[in-house]
């Protein structure tokens, strides 16, 4: 049982390059969310999922994308990376109101 | 919308010296509250929770009491550890719109 992963770990990112972040959960949850952290701030949330084939936006979703193709899997794209998204993404899955979370991936666009 | 205030530190304190970490909220109705933990270089773990007024959620010696008429939770420990040297957060909500974060408080812990 892996919970959840995040894929790829690290990324840098030239301004205008665009790159899809990937997360799994294996524990058959509904709710999927993804969340951008940076310092002082706390964490944010970017887009969220209550189920296959749906999506919504959270408090930041501008410049980002986000699909559901599969309950298990949950993408977060970014078309044109600008240099404010540069963060720590993380991913969660939710059962009974507790948070699962990823490890993490830190993007950094130069 | 929900919103989360709590002291952002560093709180620096010494081995087996009594914590706490302040947090207050605004939500409407009956929200869930959360404190999590982020050790270095790793996601979030919950922490503990409680879902309604005057529960109070515990967990690893840390505890926290959900108190409605001043829109707290505290959260608190009688004795810490060099190993709680973390990032903790406060959060509302849960279900299907998400948490709402607290800017997050590090704790150092020093021998």
């Known amino acids: 049982n892996a919970g959840v992963t995040q894929t790829p770990k690290f990324r840098v990112l030239k301004t205008g390059q665009s790159m899809t972040l990937l997360c799994a959960q294996d524990m058959n949850h509904e709710y999927m969310y993804w969340y951008r952290q940076d310092p002082g701030m706390g964490l944010r949330l970017i887009h969220y999922s209550v189920g296959e084939g749906t999506t919504a936006k959270g408090e930041v979703p501008d410049g980002y994308n986000v699909s559901r193709l599969k309950k298990q899997n949950f993408l977060l794209g970014l078309e044109s990376a600008a240099p404010s998204q540069t963060s720590v993404y993380f991913c969660?899955?939710?059962?009974?109101?507790?948070?699962?979370f990823g490890p993490g991936t830190r993007l950094t666009v130069t | 919308g929900d919103s989360v205030t709590q002291m952002e530190g560093p709180v620096t304190l010494s081995e087996e010296a009594f914590l706490t970490i302040n947090c207050t909220y605004t939500?409407?109705?009956?929200?869930?509250l959360f404190w999590y933990v982020q050790y270095p270089g790793e996601g979030l773990q919950l922490l503990l929770k409680?879902?309604?007024?005057?529960d109070k959620g515990s967990n690893k010696g840390f505890e926290a009491t959900y108190r409605k008429e001043t829109t707290s939770f505290h959260l608190e420990k009688g004795s810490v550890q060099v190993s709680d040297s973390a990032v903790y957060f406060c959060?509302?909500?849960?279900?299907?719109?998400?948490?709402?974060f607290g800017k997050g408080t590090h704790l150092i812990i020093q021998p």
């Open positions: 939500a409407t109705g009956y929200p869930s």
């Open positions: 409680a879902t309604k007024a005057d």
């Open positions: 959060a509302t909500g849960g279900g299907a719109d998400g948490l709402t």
């Open positions: 969660a899955s939710e059962l009974g109101y507790e948070q699962y």
